[in-house]
C-alpha cells in the first residue's frame, strides 16, 4: 500500500504480481482500424465521458493539473486532444474532489497515476480518508486500510476505466495521425447515423 498523499499508510506495499483483479480489455477502437493510442478526444467529448464541465477540463488544462497528453492548445484556435488515459485520470479527479479530498492530495495521485503503466493503473484501487490518497492493488492491502478504524472511500480504477470505454465508443474520436473524426456508436443519436450513411 503506498500513499499519495502526506499521510501515512500503515502495512507493507503488496507486489502487483498475482493480484486477483482482472485488468479491463484495452480501450476499444470505434473505427475498426484505428488502434486506441491514434485516438484523442477533443473537450467536449472528454467532459461528457469524464462527467464535467468544460470550465473544469480548461481550468485543470490551464494549471497543469491534467495536461492533455496528445495534443495542448497552441491559442486561441486550435483544440486540445485528450488521450483514452487522460479521461480515466480526470474521471478520478472529479470523484475524488466530490468525495472532498485536496486539490494538493490530488495533484500528488495524478502525479502518481501518470508514472503508473497501463496494466498497473487497471488493477489499482485509490483508497481515501478524505485526506490522503492511498493506493491498494490487492484485495488485502484494501482490508488493511480498512482495518486502521478510520473512515475510508474507494475508487476502483478498472471500473472507472470501464465507463469511460463505454462512454467514449458512444462520442466522436479524432485520429491524430490524419485528424479524421470518427463517428462514436451512439443509437440515440440520429445526426450520427446520417453521417454514416451518406459517408
Known amino acids: 500500500m503506498r500513499s499519495t ?3 501515512r499508510a500503515t502495512g507493507e506495499p503488496y507486489p502487483l504480481r498475482g493480484s486477483s483483479v482482472r485488468p479491463p480489455a484495452r480501450p476499444a477502437s470505434t473505427a475498426g482500424e484505428a488502434a486506441p493510442e491514434q485516438l484523442g478526444y477533443r473537450g467536449p467529448t472528454v467532459c461528457a465521458a469524464a462527467g464535467i464541465t468544460y470550465r473544469q477540463l480548461d481550468y485543470w488544462a490551464r494549471t497543469g493539473l491534467v495536461e492533455p497528453s496528445v495534443r495542448p492548445a497552441y491559442g486561441s484556435g486550435t483544440q486540445r486532444l485528450y488521450s483514452f488515459r487522460d ?3 480526470l474521471k478520478i ?3 475524488l474532489l ?4 485536496s486539490l494538493q492530495n490530488i495533484r500528488t495521485a495524478v502525479q502518481h497515476l501518470r508514472a503508473r503503466g497501463l496494466v498497473d493503473l487497471a488493477q489499482m484501487t485509490l483508497m481515501s480518508d478524505g485526506a490522503t490518497v492511498y493506493e491498494c492493488s490487492s ?6 486500510l480498512l482495518q ?3 473512515g475510508v472511500f474507494g475508487i476502483a480504477v478498472g471500473v472507472v476505466w470501464r465507463d469511460v470505454e463505454t462512454a467514449l465508443s458512444q462520442l466522436h474520436a479524432e485520429r491524430v495521425d ?3 473524426t470518427i463517428v462514436g456508436d451512439n443509437p440515440a443519436d440520429e445526426l450520427a447515423r446520417r453521417r454514416n450513411r451518406a459517408g
Open 5 to 7: 498523499g502526506e499521510g
Open 87 to 89: 479521461v480515466v485520470v
Open 93 to 95: 479527479v472529479k470523484r
Open 98 to 101: 466530490d468525495a472532498g479530498v
Open 139 to 144: 484485495p488485502d492491502e484494501v482490508v488493511d
Open 148 to 150: 486502521g478504524g478510520q
Open 178 to 180: 490524419t485528424g479524421e
